[in-house]
């Protein structure tokens, strides 16, 4: 901050020193050699939020439109991830909506819409009869939601491990505790000793 | 385009449209204008994708297209609006005001109409009677004719328009549909056309509904299929195909700036005189334009003909009142002439930048104390102090004084001009002087507000996904817990169910909603913020280049 002047040793500044208020003997205020904290603490706390009927309202109005646009016929998902290798079960999926990308018309809403749940849930073949009754009773919003979330862990191996259980053995996994969950949560400290 | 506007258009895309649309916008945001090739290649997304993407952008009306700029042999290219994107943030407050404005029937309007961007208003219509049905009693239906009522109003007061027609170029590459009113205009047509531009702007389409709102019922989930079947074969024409209707957001914007003007006055000084400014604002609705300065000259004999019957003040004390806000130093009310008992115009522009200085001085208020504040006051009115006088004027001790300023200064929210006596600039003899700058301050207020807002979301994205499986869980017991009320089961069964859920979880599961809920009401109220400041730099801006 102190630039040195032209030829001396003293302390010389490229502003006047009296004239912006540092008056002479006064220290100037320790140089900062590295960045700001990232949550420094505050001398003044901020206001609390307004509350009432009016913001409540248009808290819930945006909440629900939220949730309303994902499951409008906008809501664009990426394509299905492939899996390594090709399945026989590939040619029967019907992965993406018949050409209406190209002939989209967007008044035609309600037609997209079906054509991409039914989409949605021929995609995803081996599943539980529990997870069929949610996507039935659940709403809309909830079903794109876990499909969108299973859908983006392309290398999910729960998704897999299901997968390969469901097709070797005639019992439906999910209704045997094997005691992974227990277990899972403590996977950070693998110090512990399991009982 | 910043790169905190980028950072929440992109934010925004996510939320309302999925990740595809998120890339691609943001990529058009980025870059400017490209055509279509160019985006697939550089954004890595098949085509089809892409194409999907720029049609909801361009239905929303958040991306334009136009020939190429290399001729009219080159491909079309399309350009995103932020501008446009931004408003996302905005849609609860519109949707709330045409409920206040048109009730429950003007508000599922609105709704339908935010969602998809553009529609007929036969379409619209048949929806929102369909919804207003499912919440009425049984056996009561809305009539589609009422709904039309609402429409038809929601058009004559301009909330809503239509959307532009767009000019048939040489390739139909158009995604907006729309019949060929301009056969082949010519592709070199590069000025941006504005809806307002258009003579059929506001006119009500000539439309045939008659019918009520449909009730979806579980018992008729067979009718409806054969009926939805019937629909897609043999389609209704009601006599307004090709004539698709938008939110005119612009109209909305002076709806919110009046109210602004109408609660500061309220709270500076007293309710009449907000019912004044109301009336006269009201009054001269139709007959200024948008980015007028003033609204036109009233005089006094008629507003006090237009005062709300339950005001009866007479006329002297109003002829008071009047004086009363022209003397007001926030100078929302100007006299501009003696004839008819006295002229009296509302500035709109001034007002407006009254209420962003307020905001501006609020803010330094709140961050760094009522001393800081105020100098920095001080530093507004006198535009431009020695450190000296700083001290005098605003009666602080020097040192604590100086180290307001230097906080400020670090800020940015005070800026130093230097004045040489030399030509040598030596800094013994420069003067140098403390100043602010409304403008350039307001502008990076804004930006901060949009940091703000993007924060709130990153914030509120991650506490959601950290408790994803909580969220999963709770999810699951509710859809079981419908399914077994809708199935007829004992309540035994029922609070099985219920305490899958342990208390704590339940504790935790309060605790997430209640953070989520103060995130996205908090992104509500900066986005006042970003009203205000929006609409004082559009107004300098305007009002510059008038002169």
């Known amino acids: ?195 | 385009m910043t790169a905190q506007e980028v950072r929440l258009c992109g934010l925004l895309l996510q939320e309302h449209f999925g990740d595809v649309v998120e890339k691609v916008g943001t990529h058009l945001l980025r870059n400017g204008a490209q055509h279509l090739r160019a985006i697939v290649q550089e954004t890595g997304t098949p085509m089809d994708l892409v194409k999907k993407s720029l049609c909801v952008l361009i239905q929303h009306g958040a991306c334009a297209f136009s020939s190429g700029r290399k001729g009219p042999g080159s491909p079309v290219e399309y350009q995103a609006s932020f501008e446009r994107i931004l408003r996302i943030l905005r849609y609860p407050r519109y949707i709330y005001t045409a409920k206040t404005l048109y009730g429950d029937t003007g508000e599922l309007i609105i709704e339908e109409l935010l969602q998809r961007g553009h529609m007929t208003m036969s379409s619209t219509v048949k929806t929102v009677a369909d919804r207003l049905t499912l919440n009425m009693e049984e056996g009561h239906s809305m009539e589609y004719s009422e709904v039309s009522n609402t429409f038809s109003k929601l058009v004559e007061t301009h909330f809503l328009q239509r959307c532009p027609p767009v000019e048939v170029a040489g390739k139909a590459v158009s995604a907006t549909p729309d019949p060929a009113t301009t056969p082949g205009a010519p592709a070199n047509n590069t000025t941006p056309s504005t809806p307002e531009s258009f003579a059929d702007c506001y006119k009500v389409p000539h439309v045939t509904l008659i019918g009520r709102g449909k009730r979806r019922n579980s018992s008729e989930d067979g009718e409806d299929q054969r009926n939805a079947k019937r629909a897609k074969e043999d389609p209704e024409t009601h006599g307004d195909e090709g004539i698709y209707w938008q939110v005119n957001f612009e109209r909305f914007h002076l709806h919110f700036r009046d109210q602004a003007i109408i609660s500061a006055v309220a709270n500076k000084l007293d309710q009449t005189s907000s019912e004044i400014v109301r009336t006269m604002l009201r009054m001269s609705e139709v007959t200024t334009p948008p980015i007028a300065t003033c609204t036109q000259a009233l005089s006094a004999n008629e507003i006090f003909r237009s005062l709300p019957p339950n005001y009866n003040i007479s006329r002297p004390i109003l002829d008071q009142y009047l004086t009363l806000l022209v003397d007001d130093p926030m100078e929302f009310v100007g006299k501009s002439g003696d004839s008819g008992g006295g002229m009296y115009v509302v500035n709109l522009h001034r007002a407006l930048a009254n209420l962003a200085r307020a905001t501006l001085e609020s803010v330094v208020q709140e961050r760094f104390g009522s001393r800081s504040a105020r100098i920095f006051r001080l530093l507004l009115r006198k535009r431009h102090l020695e450190q000296k006088q700083v001290e005098d004027f605003a009666m602080i001790p020097a040192k604590e004084a100086k180290d307001m300023l230097y906080t400020l200064l670090s800020e940015n929210l005070v800026q130093l001009q230097e004045i040489p006596k030399t030509p040598d600039h030596a800094p013994s003899r420069t003067f140098y002087l403390y100043t602010v700058n409304q403008l350039p301050t307001a502008r990076m207020l804004l930006q901060n507000c949009f940091k703000t807002v993007a924060n709130l979301i990153e914030r509120r994205l991650f506490e959601t996904k950290e408790s994803k499986r909580l969220l999963e869980k709770s999810q699951r017991i509710e859809a079981i817990l419908a399914s077994l009320q809708a199935s007829g089961a004992e309540p035994e069964q029922l609070t099985e169910v219920e305490e899958m859920i342990t208390p704590p979880e339940k504790q935790q599961l309060e605790s997430l909603r209640h953070h989520i809920n103060k995130l996205d009401s908090a992104e509500n109220q900066v986005d006042e913020t970003i009203f205000l400041l929006e609409s004082y730099i559009k107004s300098t801006a305007t009002n510059k280049v008038i002169g």
């Open chain 1, 1 to 195: 901050m102190a630039a040195r002047g032209r030829g001396r040793g003293r302390r010389l500044m490229s502003f006047s020193v009296e004239a912006v208020g540092i008056s002479r003997g006064e220290s100037l205020p320790p140089s900062i050699l590295q960045p700001t904290p990232l949550f420094p603490p505050m001398e003044q706390k901020p206001l609390p939020l307004v509350g009432g009927e009016e913001v409540e309202y248009m808290l819930a109005l945006k909440q629900e439109f939220r949730g309303a646009m994902r499951s409008l016929p906008f809501f664009i998902q990426p394509d299905a991830p492939h899996t390594d290798v090709e399945r026989y079960s590939d040619k029967y999926h019907s992965s993406e909506p018949a050409d209406s990308s190209l002939d989209w018309k967007p008044g035609e809403a309600a037609v997209a819409v079906s054509l991409v749940k039914v989409s949605l849930t021929a995609c995803f073949a081996p599943q539980t009869l529990e997870k069929k009754e949610e996507e039935v009773s659940s709403g809309e919003e909830e079903g794109e939601e876990k499909k969108k979330q299973e859908e983006e862990e392309a290398e999910g191996e729960e998704e897999y491990d299901e997968e390969e259980f469901e097709e070797e053995t005639d019992y439906i996994m999910s209704y045997f505790d094997n005691g992974e969950e227990f277990a899972g949560d403590s996977d950070d400290n693998m110090d512990e000793a399991i009982y």
